[in-house]
């Protein structure tokens, strides 16, 4: 009755505007920005807790990386962190 589907990989330009989600507390340090899973309230992490499924709990970045992400254009480690939703392809004018 399942079936397993694969996601295509991440195009490395976005269609719309990429920034990090917004469940991500960031604390800097030096030339590094920690991230940190938050959620605004106790019910919605009751609701949607199951992220944590995928989204990492705490990660670093470097500065650089993360002013790379305004650009729209992403490779390597960031492609990874879109795809797995720790950055995400807004539409325009989201926020």
Avoid: W
């Avoid at 960031?26 to 992490?45: C, H, I, K, M």
């Avoid at 990386?65 to 254009?73: Q, S, V, Y």
């Amino acid at each position: 009755m399942f079936a397993k589907h694969s996601l295509p990989p991440p195009a490395p330009t976005a269609s719309g505007e990429l920034r990090l989600n917004p469940l991500y507390a960031l604390q800097a340090e030096g030339e590094r920005v920690r991230l940190r899973l938050t959620f605004p309230s106790q019910e919605y992490e009751e609701e949607y807790g199951a992220c944590r499924q995928y989204l990492p709990e705490e990660l670093t970045i470097d500065r650089q990386a993360l002013a790379a992400i305004e650009t729209g254009r992403l490779s390597g480690e960031l492609l990874d962190l879109l795809r797995r939703k720790v950055i995400v392809d807004l539409p325009n004018r989201y926020y």
